[in-house]
T-cell receptor
Framework: AQSVSQHNHHVILSEAASLELGCNYS??????LFWYVQYPGQHLQLLLK??????LVKGIKGFEAEFIKSKFSFNLRKPSVQWSDTAEYFC???????????FGTGTKLQVIP | DAGVTQSPTHLIKTRGQHVTLRCSPI?????VSWYQQVLGQGPQFIFQYYEKEERGRGNFPDRFSARQFPNYSSELNVNALLLGDSALYLC???????????????FGEGSRLTVL
């Protein structure tokens, strides 16, 4: 069974600091990879996705993630965070089984103005 | 455009009761999935339906069941409620069942179930 590990449960950053959230998954075959985000009071929404091709993918609001197959990783990055990035971030994996998605436990990001 | 809508948003039940949660997908989306999110955890996959057929089932007991209707809306039913069923139940829709794009989900706000 596939699993997803997110390294940090709670991250606190000042505005303009750089962000990197770690994500590792355990599945040896072809995977689709995602980062979902939940802003306070809002529903879970897709931040960015990787299906194939260029392992560096760009999402909304300046976020990007890099797929490193050899490390089974899909880390999320942003060079300069804003207060509005305060949210919970979930890494997720789909191994092609229709829509079954395995989520990590989430990382709560708090950005201090 | 309307997003995924779920009802009810909040409900309280007692142990042993039954609950039905409802979901309407985004117009044009034929796939509906259900997830359970317990406080402090990521969503856990329960079911996926596409074109009214069950296409996937997570590791949940038979007390959990679901169905999809001809208009692609869906119901999640949970029988004999336990305290541990208290959670946020999320419905997600997707326009495709294409395995190559599996996992691209559009979530609703969720139904928060409290079992006393």
């Amino acid at each position: 069974a596939q699993s997803v590990s997110q390294h940090n449960h709670h991250v606190i950053l000042s505005e303009a600091a750089s962000l990197e959230l770690g994500c590792n998954y355990s599945y040896g075959g072809t995977v689709n990879l995602f980062w979902y985000v939940q802003y306070p009071g809002q529903h879970l929404q897709l931040l960015l996705k990787y299906f194939s091709g260029d392992p560096l993918v760009k999402g909304i609001k300046g976020f990007e993630a890099e797929f490193i197959k050899s490390k089974f990783s899909f880390n999320l990055r942003k060079p300069s965070v804003q207060w509005s990035d305060t949210a919970e971030y979930f890494c997720a994996v789909n191994s092609g089984g229709y829509q079954k998605v395995t989520f990590g436990t989430g990382t709560k990001l708090q950005v201090i103005p | 455009d309307a997003g995924v809508t779920q009802s009810p948003t909040h409900l309280i039940k007692t142990r042993g009761q039954h609950v039905t949660l409802r979901c309407s997908p985004i117009s044009g989306h034929k796939s509906v999935s259900w997830y359970q999110q317990v406080l402090g955890q990521g969503p856990q996959f329960i079911f996926q339906y596409y074109e009214k057929e069950e296409r996937g089932r997570g590791n949940f007991p038979d007390r959990f069941s679901a169905r999809q209707f001809p208009n692609y809306s869906s119901e999640l039913n949970v029988n004999a409620l336990l305290l541990g069923d208290s959670a946020l139940y999320l419905c997600a829709s997707s326009p495709t069942a294409d395995r190559g794009r599996g996992g691209e989900l559009f979530f609703g706000e969720g139904s928060r179930l409290t079992v006393l």
